[in-house]
Each structure stands twice: as structure tokens, then as C-alpha cells.
């Protein structure tokens, strides 16, 4: 059976506890989605004692079944008002199963104020005083982390922007190198982590886990194949691992879905400056890096180390995401400025997607130009700065936009549209509309579906169920949902389910592994609406409705009635 | 007949004397297809996810080609 910790930050104990058999069937998204029903009220402050944060890993976890080392996080969201779950890569899934432990349960708040370090460890968990971590910064936190307390230990923490109470605000993990630069970045958990007192979590080395397999010989047989398959699929075994996930810049600058000035263009002449491919020749030069895991054992590797001019380490982990809406969406067109950004941010703690979308904002209300990278980096060290301005923009897109009487604000449900223009990528557009998580690229993007003209309206309320049931499936198991491009062949789903049957035993056919994405999401709904939110929530922003995005001149026109259809399920 | 090509991801890096602002310049028999012209490139039909040409989204690869037309070719890609 496994273990979770409870921690109540009001009383300042620690204790374990076993997982009843409910809470077993689940893993990383719809344990949490599992949990927040069952004890936090939707209605309830995000900020307050009685919201919960939930750190825990997923099905696979601690198998070698490849990417199964990622960590969810979730909690009731500040900038949504949704329920939240962000899942991140690094080594706190991988150390956490390590110690045997499947989730921690944060609840409360300190009393007077006071900082607290979670410590877990071989034997046992305990809360100590945060002490002089507390004011640090990502970068120097998780360096004097591994001299307090070891080389070897993995860290989830939160900058300023999590300790200000910032809406934008993440919480950091530490990668292969021990840098925080993984990131379970969107919805502010890292200002429900700070409301909590908590700063950091430290995850002691210890010794392989013990997985009490079904089956092992099984389990490890499917397991090899599927390795194979990630790797004999040209997206994850070729382009991923050459490129990472920046290749997508000039391919979604083609669809014409790049956003371009806060989402008034789909194609951003500079494209080419901004690549993966460029990127890829510059760090050549520099000694940067591709093809990097950002977890152990990672077959396809697809994450970087960024090298400043001067060929010293700037950021790592430097995404599409991130250069696409602090690059393109705020008209700039330079790698170096963008993933100054990004360091920036991961240092603070602040989510890189919605600040390029605050960013873009802010340049379209007058209080920089587009294309003006030094305004968008003093826009970022005001945030950090804690100006007004930089207060205000710390809360979001929605937030900062409606501050600064800007009409066009890409969000949904108050969380900033991701770097493909739902008007040219309509699949990824009814996702954005319907998903519990509001607008997220990881929900269910369909840049990954070949089937369908990503312009047409037809058949993409089918594609968005689809995808949305298959990503909350794979965040059941704890896997990046990179590794389940290879699922397209029968063959390779039939290895993972047999992967579920040597790890758990018992018959695993396509129809039970989907139910949990099935599951999960009827509980996400369910949460959401006992929140207060309606089918009227389910829309994208009233502009892309009604103002044509070039080049295609494409309008996002599937109305309210067609998108009820999508992700009908529901779970009491 | 000339086209200009333009390759992305993996099919530039398989092309190291590849020039970007460039691209490749194929000369071509008239009434050429997308589908001989990769043939011509070396690249395998089931390597490519999309071909845009001209400006527009492709997946069509029996397209006949006509003097100076632009044709940019992407593998297959995914992610986020």
C-alpha cells in the first residue's frame, strides 16, 4: 500500500498515512482531482487555510516505464478560480517515489506568519524553519539547498512571486543538474504554496523504491518494446530529441497559429530568428545543449541548456512556449533577450506563458512597444521589483489587462491562451474553451492530429475529447504525454497496458485505462461547477470570434451549442 | 523549371549545407510534382507531415508545380 504525507501548517505536524483502494486507482491529475472533491470546498479563498495543495506522482511512478518520473501538483487556482493541476518534469516524481512516498497533502496555514522548509527523507518527514531561504530566489535557494542538506536532493520551491501571493507564480523543480528550471507553472500554485508558509520542499537520496509488481517479467517486457516505440516514432524519436520543443516555432508560423502581437497575427516575420533551428545552430556555437532528459532514463530528451553570448549557462529548459509568447506575441525577435526571460522567471517563480501574455498586453495598452525587448525586460524586473505596475502585472493577463483597459485579453477562465492562435487551430481552440483547466496546451493540443485541416470547423469538438481524455490519462500515470506520440500504432498502446497488468495485475483493456482520463475529468468538472462555473465559461475571448487572423483570415466560429459536446462527462 | 525549397527541422539538419535565408533552388522537369520534387530532395514521402506552397497548407503531394514556386517541407512534429 502506498504512503502519503499529511502536513498541517496550522499545527505544524507532520504525519503519514496509507492510501485507501479509491485513492490507489489513481495517479498524479486524478488523484488530485480525486482528493480536492473529496475534502476542499470549491467555493473556498484559493489563499486561505482550507484550500489544499497537492504534490504527487502517478501510476507508473518509480517503475522504469519511461517518463514516468513527472510530478503533479494541484490545488484550488488563484488565477482561475478552477481547480488546477500542472505537471513538470525534473526529479521530484523520481525522488519522491524513491522514498515511497505517492502524494503529499499541504493544508492549512502558519500561524505569525512563520516559513517553513518541508524535509523528507528515508526516515520520516519533518517541518523546519525556512530561516535565511526565506527572500531567495529559485536559483540561489536550490544551490544552498545542496550544500545544507546534500548533492544529491531534489527540490520543489517558490521565488518572491509565490511568497508576494502573485496570481502568477509557480513552483520550481530541479532538473538532472540540480537547477530549478522545470516548472509546474500555470494557475499560481506557487502563491497557494506561499499562503501556506511553506517555501520549499527538500527530497532526500535514498535507495531504489520497492514496487510490489503484479507481474514483473511482464511489466519489464512491455516496458522494453515500449522504449522502442517512443523511439521508432519520428516525432519523439527523431525531431524531439534533435530539436526539442522549439522545432514548433516555424512549423506553427506555417499553420499561421504563431501568436503575433498579442494574438493579432498568426505569422511573425522573424520567425526564422526565433527557431529551433536557430536556436539549435547558435547553441552549437556556444556551447549550449540539446537532446537533454529532464528526468532520469528519459528516452527522448528533448529539453536544453542555453548558453548566453559569453558561452555561460543562462537558462535551461528554454521551450516553445516560453519563446513563442515572450518572442513573437510581444513582436520580439531575439533569442538572447527571450531566454533572459525565461531565467528571470524561473529564478522569481513566475510562469513564462502568462507573462508573455502580460507582457503583450501592457505593449498593446502603450506601456511599451512591441518588438522592444529592454521595455519587456524592465517590464519583468518590475514584477520582480514589486513596483505597481510590476504588482499588477504579477496577478496576470486578465488582471493587468483589465487594470490597463485593454479589450483584446487572451485568456480563458483567466488563464492565458498558449502559443497557438485557437482561430488558425481550432482542435487546440475547443480545448482551450472547455478544458476545467481553462486555455493550457497541454490539455489536449491538436497540432499533434494530421487528420483534420486545422482551420475547419468540422470533426474538432471529436478531436478535443479525444485528445483531452488521452492527456488526462497519461497524467494519471505520471507520464509526459510526449512519450504517448507512439500510441498512434494499437501496438504500443497493447505494451501499456501490459505494463498496467505487471505493475497492478488484473485485465487492463484500452476502455479501463481511458476511463481514468475519463474519470478525471468528470471530477475536474464536477469540482468547477460546485465552484460556481457554467457552460457560459466554456468560450474563447470575444475577439477571436469576430476579428479575422492573418494570414489565413480564419475567425474561431464552433458556437456554444457544439462545444457543450466536448468532454461530456461527469463524476459525483 | 526552378522551385525554391525550404526545409525545417530534421530535414535541415540532413541537409548540413543547407542556407537559410536561401534555401535550395531544384531544378525540376516541367509539370513536376510535390511528390517528384521530394524524390528529387532524397526524402522519403512518408516522412513528410505537410508541405506548404506558396502560403498555403498542403497535404496533397500529386500538386503539380509551376516555375518559382515556393514550397516549405516539414516532417512530422508534435509537442508543446
Redesign the interface.
Known sequence: MSKMIRVDMTKGTVHYEPLNQELEAFGGRGLIAKILNDEVDPGCNPLEAENKLIICTGLLAGTPAPTSGRISIGSKSPLTGTIKEANAGGMAGYMLSRLGVKAIIVEGKSTDDGWFILKVGKDGAVLLPAGEYVGMRNYDLTEKMRTDFGEKVGVLSIGGAGERGYWNSTIQITDTRGRPSRSAARGGLGAVMGSKGLKAVVLEESGPPEIPYHEKELFNTANKNYIAGIKAHPVSGEAMPALGTAVLINIVNALGALPTNNFSAGNFGDAEKISGENLAKIQGERGGKENQPCQPGCPISCSNIYHDENGRHLTSGFEYETIALNGSNCGINDLDTIAMIDRMCDDFGLDTMETGTTIAVCMEAGKAKFGDGKAALGLVEEMIEGTELGKIMGNGTVFAGTKLGVKRIPVVKGQSIAAYDPRALKGTGVTYATSPMGADHTAGNSILEQSVTPTQKEGQVQVSTNLQVGMATFDNLGMCIFSGFCTEDPANIGYLLEMMSGRYGGEWDPDRLFTLGIKTLGLEKSFNSKAGFTEKDDALPEFMYTEKLPPTDSVFDIGPEELSGAVPFKED | MHVNVKL???F??EHPDYD?EEGLKVNLEEESTIMDLLIALGIEQQ?V??V?LN?K?T?DKSVALKEGDVV?V???????
Open positions: 525545417y527541422s530534421i535541415r539538419l537559410v516522412r507531415a505537410m506548404n502560403g497548407i497535404r516549405q516539414f516532417p512530422f512534429f508534435g509537442g508543446g
